[in-house]
Structures are given as structure tokens and as C-alpha cells.
């Protein structure tokens, strides 16, 4: 007779049970295993310095309105202009003969050129009146030159207007929904130059960071040398690092699709506390940590009114009815007990801290203030 128990009938085969002791430690090393710090692509961080975009302006004409442009006796410029283009036209308008133009509008055309933007590709324009037309809608944009900071012309623009808003008058009521004075022209510019990139000039490049930071531009310089080799870059400061292109100008495309991809670990941001005076918007980033501190905080105000009285005189007394003003000036404070709000080494803790205040926005702008004098909170303060 065999004494040997026999297996359970329910119990899992010894693969299966290594399997699940497989899974069971994957699942615990997610669990448990330590978070890494926050990365970014390279090309997220930092921008090739020179690569950007230019802005374009010109001045220019609409037409076509229906009755909405602008009114010639307060804006004699727009009857200047059209004297202008049609002259260059071969048409020549005598001269003080009072013109009354009601279907014509000046305008400013602004556009964005981007980067490596070659002659004859589209891009879009923004037109918005300059006088007093009342709408813009149906207008059609005459050819307008586009001209950047050095006073040459680098796209033309044409074409008619999409305008967003809607509005309508009668008997002295008006209803309009958003503006009237402005609108767009989707590729209503043609680009007539490009503007020359520092890519195929030198032997290195700059990439500029976005927000200054020695630890990361020391980031980005060593994943830029694990990838591409000892010595291809170098920190210039905390906002700039120069990296070592190649000869062939025919590779550098190649070499920043390489290194533009790269993960960057983001170092720990500088705490700040960004504070709106306009809004009263109070924003607090992560590395900010609050000491110890007790605060009281009430509030003061002031309450006049003002109520008319009337002195009616008596029968038969010849008198007159006075009427008079009578200000009642009432001052109301309000207690604020003492509130210790204790150390706070996480946002959450900061968060909590400021809300058992109970103070408004607008109040809690002065209080962080106050707390940042008094050496309590570990951030530098931003009002914007």
C-alpha cells in the first residue's frame, strides 16, 4: 500500500503555479518598484536657436462691403489709399472732388511666417479694420504686400474674409454676437521670400531651453553624447548648449531627427507661486512648502448710504418743500481669530493650509505676501 497522500484534484499543475508566482512578482515590482522622475523629448525642452517664426504686417484695403465700411469724413485715410491704388491702376480721381465711400474699409493684414516657409507656399492672414466700419463681412482683401521687421516684403495676401460674428440693427436696437471688425482668410497669403536658417551655416548649432535650468541643459549635453558620441555638445549656460554638427551639410536633417527624440528626465521645478493682481488667480506648483506659520485675518468694511428727506412746510406759512440728503456712514469688522497653519512639506498639505483660512482669492493674495515676508513659505512669488 502506498502512504504517499494523493494529489488534491483541484490543485494546479507545476507550471501553472509557476506562472502564477511569475505574475504575482511582476505585479508586486509595479507596485512597489520606485517612480522615476518626469521625461520629456528633447524637442519639447529646447528649440533650435534661430529656427523660429517672423511676424508680418501690411496695410491694406477691403471691399465690397454692403453699406458697413467706413465713413470717408472721419477717416480720410481710406479715401487717400483708394486715390493711391487707383492711380497705380491708371485711374486718376480729380482732385477735390468729394468722394463718399460707404462700401470700402482700411485694414491691417497680420500674418506668421513659420520656419523654413518656402516662396509659393500658403499661409493665413488676419485682417482687422483701422476705422470705423461697422462690419467687415462680404469684404474682399485687395492684393496687400506683407512686410517684416527689416522693411522687406515677404508674402502677398488677397482674397475674401471669414468672419465669425453675426450682428443686426433696427429702430435704434442693436444685437451682435463677437466681432464684426475682424476676420481671416484661410491661405489668403502666398510666400514671396524665405527667411535663411543657421542649419547649413557653421559647424555646431545652439539650442536654446525653453525655461533656464543648469540641471537640465547639463541633461540635455549628456544625452546628447550618450547618443551621438564624447564631445558632440556642451552646456553653454543655464539656458544655452552648442552641439557639434556634421561636415556634410546633407546629414544634419538626419542628425537632429536623431537627438530631437531624445528622453530628457525634467528636473524639479523652482517653487513658485505665480499670483494675478487683475484676476486675483493664485497658482502654486509642486515644489512649493510652507513652515510653520499662524495667520489672523479678518475683514473691514465700510457701508454709506444715502436717503432723501423732505421738509414739507406748514399751512398757510408761504414756505417751500425742501428736500434734503441724509448720509448714514456705517463701519463694520469682522473678528479673525488666530489660525496656525503647520509645516507643509507636500501640495496637498500647502493646499489645505491656505483653504482653513476661508479667504478670498483676492484676500489671499495679500495673506501669501505677508507669509512670504515672514520667511513661512518657500517660494518665490510672481505677480504677473
Keep these: 500500500m502506498n502512504d504517499l497522500p494523493e494529489p488534491l484534484p483541484d490543485a494546479p499543475p507545476p507550471a501553472l503555479r509557476w506562472l502564477i508566482a511569475l505574475a ?22 529646447a528649440a533650435v ?48 472732388t468729394s468722394v463718399q465711400l460707404r462700401n470700402v474699409a482700411a485694414v491691417m493684414v497680420t500674418a506668421t511666417l513659420p520656419p523654413f516657409a518656402q516662396p509659393g507656399q500658403p499661409i493665413d492672414v488676419v485682417v482687422s479694420s483701422m476705422g470705423n466700419a461697422k462690419s467687415l463681412r462680404g469684404g474682399t482683401l485687395v492684393a496687400t504686400p506683407l512686410k517684416g521687421a527689416d522693411g522687406q516684403i ?25 466681432t464684426l471688425n475682424a476676420g481671416r482668410i484661410p491661405a489668403g497669403a502666398t510666400v514671396e521670400r524665405g527667411v535663411p536658417t543657421p542649419l547649413a551655416q557653421g559647424d555646431s548649432i545652439q539650442l536654446d531651453l525653453n525655461a533656464a535650468d543648469y540641471s537640465t541643459a547639463r541633461t540635455v549635453a549628456q544625452a546628447i553624447n550618450a547618443k551621438m558620441g564624447e564631445g558632440s555638445a556642451y552646456a553653454l549656460d543655464g539656458r544655452s548648449v552648442r552641439v557639434r554638427m556634421p561636415a556634410d551639410p546633407n546629414a544634419r536633417v538626419s542628425f537632429l531627427a536623431e537627438i530631437e527624440n531624445l528622453p530628457i528626465a525634467l528636473a524639479a521645478p523652482a517653487a513658485k507661486v505665480v499670483i494675478n ?5 493664485v497658482v502654486v506648483n ?38 434734503a440728503n441724509r448720509a448714514d456712514i456705517s463701519v463694520k469688522q469682522q473678528a479673525g481669530s488666530l489660525v496656525q497653519l503647520p509645516a507643509g512639506t507636500q501640495l496637498t498639505d500647502v493646499v489645505k493650509a491656505l483653504n482653513s483660512l476661508g479667504a478670498t482669492p483676492q484676500e489671499l493674495l495679500a ?3 505677508a507669509i512670504k515676508s515672514a520667511g513661512a513659505l518657500n517660494a518665490e512669488l510672481e505677480v504677473i
Design 24 to 45: 504575482w512578482l511582476i505585479a508586486s515590482a509595479a507596485v512597489w518598484w520606485p517612480a522615476t522622475a518626469d521625461a520629456a523629448r528633447l524637442k519639447e525642452v
Design 49 to 96: 536657436a534661430g529656427v523660429r517664426s517672423n511676424q508680418l504686417v501690411g496695410y491694406g484695403l477691403v471691399v465690397g462691403l454692403d453699406g458697413t465700411g467706413d465713413q470717408t469724413t472721419q477717416t480720410p485715410f481710406t479715401t487717400q489709399s483708394l486715390s493711391a491704388m487707383l492711380q497705380q491702376l491708371g485711374i486718376t480721381v480729380p482732385a477735390g
Design 154 to 178: 515677404y508674402a502677398m495676401a488677397q482674397g475674401n474674409l471669414i468672419v465669425g460674428g453675426a450682428g443686426a440693427s433696427a429702430g435704434g436696437s442693436k444685437v451682435q454676437v463677437n
Design 277 to 281: 493682481a487683475r484676476t486675483g488667480s
Design 286 to 323: 509642486q515644489a512649493v512648502t510652507l513652515g510653520a506659520c499662524a495667520v489672523a485675518h479678518g475683514s473691514l468694511s465700510v457701508t454709506i448710504s444715502n436717503e432723501p428727506v423732505i421738509s414739507q412746510p406748514g399751512p398757510l406759512s408761504n414756505g417751500q418743500t425742501v428736500v
Design 367 to 369: 495673506i501669501l505676501q
